[in-house]
């Protein structure tokens, strides 16, 4: 499973830099509408493409995330070994701790292969108004971005735990990602105080226009995250494991 998140991860990165090359030369996409619609998305300068990086750790990296979490907290379930690990004579809490810390330092390896090998890719197909200072600040969005992303998983280790597998995490996962996006063009106004939404507004990606994330925006999105926290924690402490 690591290998292969590794594996996507960086190909997304790669993916990106063709992109740049068809864009430049549409004569590589020969007939193929939907690679050369794909490739209009891309623009040939290192704002845009930092953005879109961003972009991409929002919409991809939380399906990533959201089944890294599935897996880290599902498995056991799923492979019915779940009492051998709870034989152990180990704290239930440092059981769910140690999780959300593997989980915690693979995504943030992740967010960082997909950063790394962008930038390199975008170095390596020349993208134009290259710069340090910019690369750095964008650095800081992307990753924070990416913390925020990760974060909002809590609540999908809780429901991989409920649910005793796979399936329903990844799920959920991808309901909170087609919610946000319907929001996002239904009622904008309100996305600033749905938690999965306050990510984006953070990055910017969400276009001028956009609510502008305050306060209360996040105080819902850290109490979301310690709620599903302490959900798990409970789940995994006090719930009938047999």
Known sequence: MFMLTLIVFSGIAITMGLMILVTRNPELAGNSAMVSAKASMFKDDWSSYFGLLTMIVLTLGTIGFGTIAGWIFGREYSDRVVQDLLALPVHRFTIVLSKFITFV??????????????????????????????????????????????????????????????????????????????????????????????????????????????????????????????????????????
């Open 105 to 242: 330092a693979w995504s943030i390896l992740l967010s960082l292969i997909l950063f790394i090998i962008g930038v390199f890719t975008g170095l390596t197909v020349n993208i134009a108004q290259w710069s340090v200072g910019l690369a750095y600040h964008y650095f800081i969005i992307f990753m924070v971005t990416s913390f925020f992303t990760m974060l909002l998983c809590t609540p999908t280790a809780l429901v991989a735990s409920y649910a005793r597998g796979y399936i329903a995490p990844i799920a959920f996962t991808i309901g909170t990602l087609i919610v946000t996006q319907i929001m996002f063009v239904g009622i904008p106004n309100i996305t600033a105080y749905f938690p999965w939404a306050i990510p984006a507004l953070y990055s910017g990606v969400s276009g001028a226009g956009g609510a502008t994330p305050d306060l209360v925006s996040f105080i819902i999105l850290f109490s979301t995250i310690l709620l599903g926290f302490i959900g798990t924690v409970a789940w995994w402490r006090f719930a009938d494991q047999t």
